[in-house]
């Protein structure tokens, strides 16, 4: 049976860039996080809003963890477009695979037996 490797070109390189800085990744929340002004107070309050289930949620913040949950949030952005890069080497080493077991089926086709 052969061996199904994939030679090693600019997107078998790119990908495993990306997959190596998701793994440097560190703690994500997916949504989005949005000060809201609060009645009778100076500062604004922080609330995190997300998508369950289909219906649109939202979570109060305290302002202690403010700072960290913007990181959570910024981190999941990040996450998100790593993950479309990997899917897009990926579907590059698929279509160079196809081009290339078809341009050796043409030369074959093309020599003389």
């Given at each position: 049976?052969?061996?199904?490797?994939?030679?090693?070109?600019?997107?078998?390189k790119?990908r495993?860039?990306?997959?190596?800085?998701?793994?440097?990744?560190?703690p994500?929340?997916?949504?989005?996080?949005?000060?809201?002004?609060?009645?009778?107070?100076?500062?604004?309050?922080?609330?995190l809003?997300?998508?369950?289930?289909?219906?649109?949620?939202?979570?109060?913040?305290?302002?202690?963890?403010?700072?960290?949950?913007?990181?959570w949030?910024?981190?999941?952005?990040?996450?998100?477009?790593?993950?479309?890069?990997?899917?897009?080497?990926?579907?590059?080493?698929?279509?160079g695979?196809?081009?290339?077991?078809?341009?050796?089926?043409?030369?074959?086709?093309?020599?003389?037996?």
């Open positions: 049976m052969k061996d199904a490797t994939l030679a090693p070109n600019r997107h078998a790119l495993q860039a990306a997959l190596s800085r998701i793994a440097q990744l560190g994500f929340l997916e949504g989005s996080l949005c000060s809201v002004k609060r009645r009778g107070c100076a500062k604004p309050g922080w609330q809003t997300f998508k369950q289930q289909g219906k649109t949620r939202t979570v109060y913040v305290p302002m202690e963890l403010v700072g960290e949950v913007k990181l949030t910024r981190n999941y952005r990040q996450l998100k477009k790593l993950i479309r890069q990997v899917s897009r080497h990926s579907l590059g080493l698929i279509r695979h196809v081009a290339n077991r078809r341009a050796a089926n043409r030369f074959r086709a093309s020599m003389p037996d």
